[in-house]
């Protein structure tokens, strides 16, 4: 069964901290690089962070030296930490593999259901 669940967010003043967790179908997770994604309101999902099964990382310059990603490999789960969090940082986010996972049952990019991070004083 394929399957992606974040979670993890929540409300968070300027400056705060938060950390995201996603759990990972091995269909998804497996030998495959995995990232983060975001979508503000109005604007286009982007992918904000990434990391390979070997553990080699890049991140959007937005969020590079606020942001950490990780990965379990035993436990097919990922993770994002996010650190010196900005009003900007709010957004939806979800987790899936580089490229997104495309369902062929669907017929469209599969994601969960994402996680609500909302930085506000």
């Known amino acids: 069964q394929v399957q992606l669940v974040e979670s993890g967010g929540g409300l968070v003043q300027p400056g705060g901290s938060l950390r995201l967790s996603c759990a990972a179908s091995g269909t998804i997770f497996s030998v495959n690089a995995m990232g983060w994604y975001r979508q503000a309101p109005g604007k286009q999902r982007d992918l904000v962070a990434s990391i390979t099964r070997g553990g080699t990382t890049v991140y959007a310059d937005s969020v590079k030296g606020r942001f950490t990603i990780s990965r379990d490999n035993g436990k097919n789960t990922v993770a994002l930490q996010m650190n010196d969090l900005k009003p900007e940082d709010t957004a939806v986010y979800y987790c899936?593999?580089?490229?997104?996972?495309?369902?062929?049952?669907?017929?469209?990019?599969?994601w969960g259901q994402g996680t609500q991070v909302t930085v506000s004083s």
């Open positions: 899936n593999k580089i490229p997104p996972y495309y369902s062929t049952l669907l017929r469209r990019i599969y």
